[in-house]
């Protein structure tokens, strides 16, 4: 008798043990998917719930909340300490270069039933599909595009192809941000791009330096060509001044000429005469009957060659 009581009470227990397998708990960022004879049913939120035990139902747990993040070319050992994967990192670029690139994708959980049943690893699935767009993005641009202008834009691009795909496959991701962390050439060749890098900025430097002295000499060789120009204007003005002069006082003398001919003609020897005669020092006549006279106006003033 002592006996079958004794397996009653273990058998009741044991029965309280399997019923109690049914009892759960949700935390609040996590809901559960439960499933009858393996298939699922229905959704249950945070709390403590129960379901008939295995393998009538069971339960998964999905966090809905928390954001989640897959590494790319590198590995979190702990916080503040990485492992680089450089079969990961390596990217080859448009122009045939290659750069370590490591990055983040982050994302969350928005259809937990198509995020655990719709594929087998969805996590995996988010790090293939980031990495693949990633370096087709990369393989798009120059090195030195990746390096510098087109680091953001790549991100962007990337962020929106992976949400694209992940949308296409119907998995229940959407994908936060995608974040390049370090993008750099690989060790082996650092030395050989510092070296372009120092000859880009020294031609750059010296592009400068000769837009800067062109600057300041332009300003200095047109101020010059002005002033020449202006000298050139007002010596043309100066001229055409002088010849409409010259002009009129030919019209005038030809009016004064056709009046009046001897008289004008008189004139115009006596005006001559007085403008050279005051510069010459001697003086050629040639008189009536063909004999030529020398002057010295040193001695007709009162001077003397000595």
């Not at 759960?24 to 998917?33: G, I, N, R, T």
Request: charged share 25%.
């Amino acid at each position: 008798m002592k006996v079958k009581l004794i397996t009653i009470v273990v058998v009741v227990i044991l029965l309280v043990v399997y019923a109690v397998t049914g009892v759960y708990q949700v935390d609040p960022s996590q809901v559960a998917l439960v499933k009858t004879f393996g298939k699922y049913t229905h959704t249950v939120g945070p709390g403590i719930h129960i379901h008939a035990p295995f393998p009538f139902q069971s339960h998964v747990i999905v966090d809905v909340q928390t954001v989640r993040k897959q590494e790319i070319g590198f590995r979190t050992v702990r916080p503040g300490q990485y492992v680089q994967k450089k079969e990961e990192a390596l990217i080859l670029t448009g122009d045939g270069n290659i750069v370590s690139v490591e990055a983040v994708v982050q994302f969350k959980v928005n259809d937990p039933v198509k995020f655990v049943f719709r594929v087998e690893n969805p996590e995996e699935l988010v790090k293939f599909t980031t990495e693949s767009a990633l370096r087709e993005m990369i393989a798009k641009r120059t090195v030195d595009e990746i390096l510098t202008a087109e680091r953001d834009r790549v991100s962007y691009e990337v962020h929106q192809i992976t949400q694209q795909l992940l949308d296409a496959y119907d998995v229940g991701i959407t994908v936060i941000n995608v974040l390049l962390q370090e993008v750099v050439p690989p060790q082996t060749v650092i030395a050989a791009f510092d070296d372009v890098n120092n000859a880009k900025q020294d031609k750059e430097r010296y592009i400068n330096e000769a837009l800067r002295y062109a600057n300041n000499l332009i300003p200095s060789v047109e101020g010059e060509a002005r002033k020449i120009i202006l000298e050139a204007e007002a010596y043309a003005q100066q001229r055409i001044l002088q010849a409409q002069g010259e002009t009129q006082r030919f019209l005038s003398i030809l009016k004064e000429y056709k009046g009046s001919p001897r008289i004008t003609e008189t004139r115009l020897r006596i005006e001559t005469l007085e403008e050279v005669l005051p510069k010459a020092k001697r003086i050629i006549l040639l008189d009536g009957s063909q004999n030529i006279t020398l002057l010295s106006l040193d001695k007709l003033i009162g001077g003397g060659e000595k």
